[in-house]
């Protein structure tokens, strides 16, 4: 059995779903990709680099050889659970259990021990969401899945219930192909997408789509608010909808997920402290952003729901030290509306110093007395 082959099996021993390998070499597909998309104004967030650097291994990693993909899959079926009630919001499913990024890198670590003992390998670099280099990209040059028109990485058998992560070596391997296989062109993703963040087949706007703007820090598009409905961090819908994902044949870990942490109650999240937060969410990939993300996402949820019973809850948060709260809380007082929501948006408005929550409070007035 050659080294390849040898190394697959045991990545498959790991609980690996799927893995493929390309040469290190520049992911020209990739960088056409970028450059046409970056034209049209689409940039992809919470990532560094020129598109050039971005596709090409060698410069994160001069002496690399191979270019090694994994991936991960999580539960593509949702627990008998509850649905979400009106005072809970909801997480998507990858966030729900113990942060895969860790385990992403655990699992690459291992891999790359394997080649340390059985292949010689001397040195290494691993990627889990941390780097430049186009994971998607790479899982497709590497065989590892094909795109769907919802621009995710879809695998036989896994769909794309699935995360990434590269590994980098100095060794040669035996080399994978892409797929023959490739979406089958249904457009129930462009679809269902709540802000038509699928411009057209295989093109997303980063700006529009609801898994970066629940993520993005600052003031959310006032235009953008009301499609968040209950989402507190990332959204699924695309993949929800995606034929392929109906199909599958084998389901993967579900990380330790917990209702709580799919479902948890807005309540909650607005009244967290850190210590509270750490708790809930400091082991969960929905941790990275910090609490301030998850409350002013609940305050949208809570304004997003038509219930009056939040008022005397967002009321509180008015005086909170995060203007960014602040004014996302007044949105939701003026979408809710009612005499007790204009109350306190108007003795804020007395006290508010911060001249955008000040905006906020003033617009929130005026749909509230509409």
Known sequence: MSL?????????????????????????????TLISRERRGFFTPFVRGTPVERCTPL????????????????????????????????ICRS???????????EKLKCLADFLRREGGCRET????????????????????????????????????WVVLGILLVDVALEYDHPLEQGCRGCRRCLEACP?????????????????YLTQMRG??????????ANRLFGCDVCQEVCPENNEIKQAGENFGARREA????????????NRSFRRLFGNTAAGWRGKGILQRNAALAMGNSGDRSWVPLLAGALKSPSAVLRGHTAWALGRLGGKAARNFLERALIWEVDSKVKGEIKRALDRALA
């Not at 991936?71 to 593509?76: C, E, H, I, V």
């Not at 003031?219 to 968040?228: G, T, V």
Request: aromatic residues 12%.
């Open 262 to 273: 799919a479902f948890p109650k807005l309540g909650e999240i607005l009244k967290l402290d």
């Open 4 to 32: 390849t082959q040898r190394f697959k099996t045991f990545a498959y021993e790991q609980g690996i779903a799927a893995i493929g390998i390309a040469p290190a070499v520049s992911l020209e597909r990739g960088i056409r």
């Open 195 to 211: 802000t038509g963040a699928l411009v057209e087949p295989y093109v997303l706007n980063p700006a529009l789509c609801l898994s």
């Open 125 to 160: 670099y691993i990627q889990v969401d941390n780097g430049p280099l186009l994971e998607r990209e790479a899982a497709y040059q590497a065989g590892v899945g094909y795109y769907g028109e919802n621009c995710s990485i879809i695998i036989p058998t896994y769909g794309s």
């Open 95 to 105: 966030a729900r259990g113990l942060d895969y990024h860790y385990i992403l890198t």
């Open 219 to 228: 003031f959310i598009p006032q235009e953008a608010r009301p499609h968040f």
């Open 59 to 90: 410069s994160l990693f001069p002496g690399a050889r191979s270019l090694i993909v994994i991936a991960l899959s999580y539960s593509a079926k949702t627990p008998s659970w509850p649905p979400p009630g009106f005072d809970e919001g909801i």
